[in-house]
């Protein structure tokens, strides 16, 4: 079995630019989820993809969006980056799917990104 | 609104005694806690969790309670061990796909 894995690990951009994070998701699982966690405090949720759709979304600005593959895979794009989009952003996959309660998360280890 | 908070930001402990982290949670509608353990450069790892219809929850050297008239969780950690360092989180989720993380408590473990 294998666990959730981000890409890439670090990341430096500079502001305005664009960016896309990777992740592949734990073997059996078919949601993924996305976290950014800023330096010293919880990881706050972006979006949840089910079935290569985003079924909840937290308090981000549309500028964040993403992407589910049949593979459930998925891709966390973020464009005209800021300063304060500098965080660790957390991809966790689950096999929770739409409406169902009580499963635990999987997190990948991250990918840093620095907006300069 | 939606919150899940913690009392202590930093926790330090003697290797052997036993761990209690504390965390608040405001949104009574919740039904579903989990503690998760952060090491650096590290991810989220899940540790315990517990439905609202339960009070408590053993793992392997850990607890959780769950006292809903108070909207309080605790995670005990018994036998603290220096592989215990790191920074915990309670989260909850409401009956949808959100999971919501409070700010964390960095546990250190003195040898």
């Known amino acids: 079995e294998t666990g959730v894995t981000q890409s890439p690990t670090h990341l430096i951009k500079t502001r305005g630019q664009q960016v896309t994070l990777r992740c592949s998701s734990q073997s059996g699982h078919n949601t993924v989820s996305w976290y950014q966690q800023a330096l010293g405090q919880g990881p706050q949720f972006i979006f949840q993809?089910?079935?290569?759709?985003?079924?909840g979304r937290g308090n981000f600005p549309p500028r964040f969006s993403g992407l589910q593959f049949p593979n459930y895979s998925s891709e966390l794009n973020v464009n005209a980056l800021e300063l304060d989009d500098s965080a660790l952003y957390l991809c966790?996959?689950?096999?929770?799917?739409?409406?169902?309660?009580?499963?635990?998360?999987?997190f990948g280890s991250g990918t840093q990104l620095s907006v300069l | 609104g939606e919150s899940v908070g913690l009392h202590l930001p930093t926790l330090s402990v003697q290797e052997g005694d036993n761990s209690i982290i504390n965390c608040a949670y405001s949104?009574?509608?919740?039904?579903?806690f989990i503690w998760y353990k952060q090491e650096s450069g590290k991810g989220p790892q899940f540790i315990i969790d517990i439905r609202s219809n339960m009070d408590k929850r053993q793992g392997q050297r850990v607890t959780v309670l769950l006292n809903k008239t108070v909207k309080h969780l605790s995670l005990q950690i018994a036998a603290t061990q220096p592989g215990d360092s790191a920074v915990y989180f309670c989260a909850e989720r409401t009956g949808g796909f959100k999971t919501i993380f409070g700010a964390g408590t960095r546990l250190f473990v003195k040898a």
């Open positions: 993809y089910y079935r290569e759709e985003e079924n």
């Open positions: 949104n009574s509608a919740s039904d579903y």
């Open positions: 966790a996959s689950s096999s929770a799917g739409t409406g169902r309660n009580n499963e635990k998360l999987f």
